[in-house]
């Protein structure tokens, strides 16, 4: 910028000290748990249902047992006015082995933890995450459901195409016409299509809502529901932008949030 304007060495210095500052914050900012509430309307709903929507906690080694243990908190001061946390893949991300003790800290929350495994989950093995989610009293949906409370839900795992995908016509019969019912899939992709097929929400993450600028900009090119909640003729699409972080351990412009989704009768 010097070569084609002049800039005093005050002004220099402030710009550089601007880079630390930045870091320092956007560190702290993503370390820290924000909760955000939405109110969820629909027409047969059997009774009041809060769920906590979270994605993309990354364990690794970087953010390693210490994040589960600050996320395991954060829903034990939830549970005494949330009923159920759904966790939309990659619990953790692939940069360290999963150990069957790794997620313990989960095992003391008050309220049941489902978790549907997303792309990042199969970097460690599946086999390891599974193991630890299970040991820790997880719910595991792949590709299969369960009820809740006058809830459908069902867990779509992600897939590299090593195994055969879930048809819609199985997408289409596991839904049920007197529930809520509900979608977990890790990517926010086939909202539309759920929607035709019979699902009332769908429950996503991945995109970390692109994490810190510039990237959020990009995000919102590569991924047209980038973060937040969407409504579209009665059906919702919740699109969280995750608990950890990919790769760098910061934050900027995006929050590491936990979604309260508030299920009310219509």
């Known amino acids: 910028i010097k070569q084609l304007i002049g800039i005093s060495l005050f002004a220099v210095c402030i710009l550089l000290a601007v880079v630390p500052i930045l870091g320092v914050y956007s560190y702290f900012h993503a370390h820290k748990l924000v909760v955000k509430e939405h109110t969820l309307k629909f027409d047969n709903l059997k009774e009041e249902v809060n769920i906590v929507h979270l994605s993309d906690i990354h364990f690794g080694a970087v953010r390693h047992k210490k994040i589960i243990n600050h996320v395991a908190d954060k829903l034990n001061e939830l549970s005494d ?39 990042h989950d199969f970097y460690p093995g599946i086999e390891n995450v599974c193991r630890a989610a299970k040991k820790a009293g997880m719910i595991i949906l792949d590709d299969e459901k369960m009820e809740f409370k006058g809830l459908n839900i069902f867990g779509l795992s992600f897939t590299f195409g090593d195994k055969e995908d879930v048809s819609n016509e199985q997408l289409k019969q596991a839904t049920d016409e007197d529930a809520v019912n509900i979608i977990n899939y890790h990517v ?72 309260i989704l508030k299920l009310r009768k219509k």
């Open 188 to 259: 926010p992709y086939g909202w539309d299509l759920f929607t035709r097929l019979g699902y009332n929400l769908q429950l996503s993450g991945h995109t970390h809502g692109g994490q810190f600028y510039p990237m959020r900009w990009f995000c919102k090119l590569m991924f047209k529901y980038n973060m937040g909640i969407f409504e579209k003729n009665g059906s919702y699409l919740s699109v969280t932008t995750g608990v950890g972080s990919m790769d760098t351990p910061m934050r900027l412009g995006t929050d590491s949030e936990l979604v």
């Open 81 to 119: 006015r949330c009923d159920i946390a759904i966790v939309s893949g990659d619990l953790a991300d692939g940069s360290c082995v999963v150990k069957e003790d790794d997620f313990q800290a989960f095992k003391k929350v008050n309220m049941p933890i489902v978790f549907t495994p997303g792309n």
